[in-house]
Structure formats: structure tokens, C-alpha cells
């Protein structure tokens, strides 16, 4: 099978120990692996996938520990890069009672941001691989440049393109820059998972099949709306499907929609050496049973605390 890249933030969860609290009420906090292209990675590792993590940490204790994290997840760091100048970011998140989060990111800048286009590699992508990637790495510089760059080399590659935009407002100077910057690299992707709230940002329009029409378009293959508790749609260029939710009771959400990509690449990344992927998506049963499978690991990954160390292996999806 070829492999998963993932490109992006490897970064530190300051997690809280207290449920239902805000920041400025949280008094205690343990330190997680957190970033969502790393989660999606060691999402595809812990199910025994092949997965490989671009990104760049400080050459630091944090960074060491998110190196170790990731390699015993069973991700291939071959690609991470250290920085002795800039140091790893850091992410203080608590959870409200319903299990949503708030963040605040200490990135000023962090080593995750100043991944450079000269180092990537060429070599370092094949026919048949897959490249994940999100939206933080497309806000700064030169971390933007890095993305593109890599995105273009799997373009030419041949590639599968996979993007989940993954918003994060806080990090950006304005929405609308946000949003501009995201519908540019939309249609550049195959595989594109966005939340409802992500949709209408993007948007602007409330019908959520209206919204997906207005955007679907260019390389997009499979453009996929989760919904938490009430599941996904699931859009190709023919055809739209709803796919039921795991009913769980949900503890912590983080995590949680990386564990749902990961879950859908490495499916994917199992059904063939060279998959034609217009031709999977044409076979509804097997589109329902990958995105059954991709939600059956975001369940799994709200029951359990933080990102991935609460992501699942195969055995516990089946």
C-alpha cells in the first residue's frame, strides 16, 4: 500500500483535568501530543496504517516528547525537522461540559510555523501516496510555502489530495482572509471533510447541499459534512449520501474529527496499491462502509481523554 503524509502542526495540548471550566477557572493541566495533521497521522499508524508526519518542533523537551509520542504510535518522523532557534508551540485547551473546547495557542512564532519549501523533498513522495494537509500551516510564513510546495510535488506525484481545514479563527488576522485562503486550496483536494460550522463559514449559505454545490468543484472527488451526533453527509460529483453516528457519550472532543480522517485515509489506503478512486466512490456500499468505519474511530476518540493517546486501534473499532 502507498502511504499517508501529513503535513502540518505538531504541537502540545495543555489539557485540563476538570470538565465543564473555563480557561481562567482550570487550575490543572497535563500535557498531550496534540496538532491536528500529526492526530490524522497517528489516526492511520494505531489502526496500523503506513503513515509519515512532516512538520518541525523545537529542539526542545517539548519537542523531543512529541517526536517519541508520534513514534510510538508507529509514525514514520523520518521527515520531522528540529529547530534550535524557534521552540515548540504550545496549546492551553479546557472542555466545557458539553465537550466542545476553547483554545489558546502560544505560537510567536513556534518552530511548527517556520518549516521552509527547501526542506521538502521530492523524494520523499510516490505514486500512490496520499497527502493530508489542514489550514493552520497556510497562515504563516514560510510554513505556507512548505505546504504548497509539497502539495504541488504530490500533484505531480499523482498523489491523492486530502484536506480538512481544520478552522481556527484565533490564529488568523481576520475571517475573511481565513476564508479566502481556504476556498483557494478547496478545489485543489480529492478528499475534503468539513464540519457544518466549517461549511457555513466558508459559505455563508444555510442549506448545507446548496453550500456543498458552491464549492464543489475542481480536483474534488468526495467532499464529506460531519455533524457530530447526527453523522455525515457524504457528496461525490453524482450523487449525495447520510451515513448514521455511533451513539456514545461523549467526554472529550478533541481529536475527534483527525480520528474520522485518519480512520477514512486509512481505509482508503487499504483497498488497493494504486486505488482508482472515481472508481471506489462509485460503489456506494463500499463509500458507506469506509465512512462507517471513519466515524466508528471519532466515537471512539470522544469516550477517552486528549488527542492521540484516545485515538483507536483496529481492535477496538471492530
Known amino acids: 500500500m502507498g502511504k499517508v503524509i501529513s503535513l502540518g502542526e505538531l504541537l502540545i495540548d495543555f489539557m ?6 473555563s480557561l481562567k477557572e482550570v487550575v490543572d493541566f497535563e500535557k498531550a501530543a496534540g496538532g491536528a495533521p500529526a492526530n490524522v497521522a497517528a489516526a492511520i499508524a494505531k489502526l496500523g496504517g503506513r503513515a509519515s508526519f ?12 512529541l517526536e517519541e509520542e ?4 508507529g509514525v514514520d518522523t523520518r521527515f520531522l525537522v528540529k529547530s534550535d532557534v524557534y521552540k515548540t508551540a504550545l496549546a492551553f485547551v479546557s472542555n466545557q461540559a458539553n465537550g466542545e473546547r476553547d ?4 505560537r510567536d512564532p513556534s ?18 501516496d496520499i497527502y493530508h494537509f489542514g489550514s493552520v500551516s497556510l497562515i504563516d510564513h514560510p510554513v505556507k510555502e512548505a505546504t504548497a510546495q509539497a502539495l504541488s510535488i504530490a500533484e505531480t ?3 491523492i489530495i486530502s484536506f480538512d481545514p481544520n478552522v481556527r479563527l484565533p490564529l488568523w488576522d481576520q475571517a475573511e482572509t481565513a476564508k479566502e485562503c481556504i476556498r483557494r486550496y478547496f478545489n485543489r483536494a480529492h478528499i475534503v471533510k468539513v464540519s457544518e460550522e466549517e461549511l457555513f463559514f466558508l459559505t455563508g449559505v444555510k442549506k448545507e447541499q446548496e453550500a456543498v454545490l458552491t464549492l464543489f468543484g475542481g480536483a474534488n472527488k468526495l467532499v464529506l459534512v460531519t455533524k457530530g451526533s447526527k453523522g455525515s453527509s457524504v457528496y461525490t460529483a453524482g450523487s449525495m449520501l447520510e451515513v448514521e453516528a455511533v451513539k456514545v ?3 472529550d472532543t478533541t481529536g475527534a474529527g483527525d480520528a474520522f480522517v485518519g480512520g477514512l485515509l486509512y481505509f482508503l489506503q487499504n483497498e488497493s496499491k494504486q486505488i482508482d478512486l472515481e472508481a471506489f466512490l462509485s460503489n456506494e456500499t463500499k463509500v458507506v462502509e469506509m465512512v462507517q468505519f471513519a466515524g466508528k474511530c471519532g466515537a471512539i ?3 477517552r481523554r486528549g488527542a492521540i493517546p484516545a485515538l483507536p486501534a483496529l481492535n477496538d473499532v471492530k
Do not use: C, R, S
Not at 103 to 106: E, H
Not at 111 to 128: N, P, Q, S, V
Open 16 to 21: 485540563p483535568k476538570e470538565k465543564g471550566k
Open 157 to 159: 506525484k499523482g498523489a
Open 249 to 251: 457519550d461523549a467526554q
Open 111 to 128: 518552530a511548527d510555523m517556520m518549516l521552509t519549501a527547501d526542506e521538502i523533498e521530492e523524494a520523499w513522495f510516490e505514486k500512490g
Open 54 to 65: 512532516i512538520g518541525k518542533v523545537g529542539n526542545d523537551a517539548f519537542g523531543h516528547f
Open 70 to 73: 508520534l513514534q510510538n504510535a
Open 103 to 106: 483554545f489558546m495557542f502560544y
Open 301 to 303: 476518540t470522544t469516550t
